[in-house]
């Protein structure tokens, strides 16, 4: 079973701020403790996406913050209105994304880009194992 969640957030100075409230809600109901390690990497990982989409994405009214649950991982993505994909080589990466890599590796994850399906954006995900 597949749980989703979807939040449109409007991107400005409280983008971030809500965007981690909104994955902070949906922790609970994903099996995951508030306050736990695991639940901080999340949430850190979520502030760094959506701190990306608000300083690169310029055209972006608005961005989506999705975040999913299946098959023992979580995922949470980020999707704004700009069509350039991030560099994701080791080179190409910037510190934030960097880190949000390392977190993700903690848990058996990654961090990812794909276009979007109904618009000329993207979004860009980090997945993690749920901790048993």
């Known amino acids: ?3 989703r969640h979807l939040a ?8 971030v701020r809500r965007a981690r409230e909104t994955v902070a809600a949906y922790l609970p109901s ?3 403790a508030p306050g736990s390690a695991f639940a901080d990497a999340v949430l850190l ?8 989409a608000v300083r690169h994405a310029p055209r972006s009214p608005v961005m989506d913050v999705g975040i999913a649950v299946a ?5 949470v993505s980020v999707e704004d209105a700009e069509p350039v ?4 080589s080791a080179e190409g990466m910037g ?3 960097r880190m949000v890599t390392e977190l993700a590796g903690d848990y058996r994850g990654g961090v990812g880009t ?8 993207k979004a860009v995900y980090v997945r993690f194992g749920i901790p048993s």
């Open 1 to 3: 079973m597949v749980r």
């Open 8 to 15: 449109s957030i409007e991107v400005g100075p409280e983008a």
């Open 30 to 32: 994903a099996g995951v």
């Open 45 to 52: 990982a979520t502030s760094e996406l959506a701190a990306n």
């Open 71 to 75: 098959a023992g991982q979580l995922i």
């Open 85 to 88: 994909l991030p560099d994701l």
């Open 95 to 97: 510190a934030g994304l």
């Open 114 to 121: 794909e276009r979007a399906v109904d618009h000329d954006g």
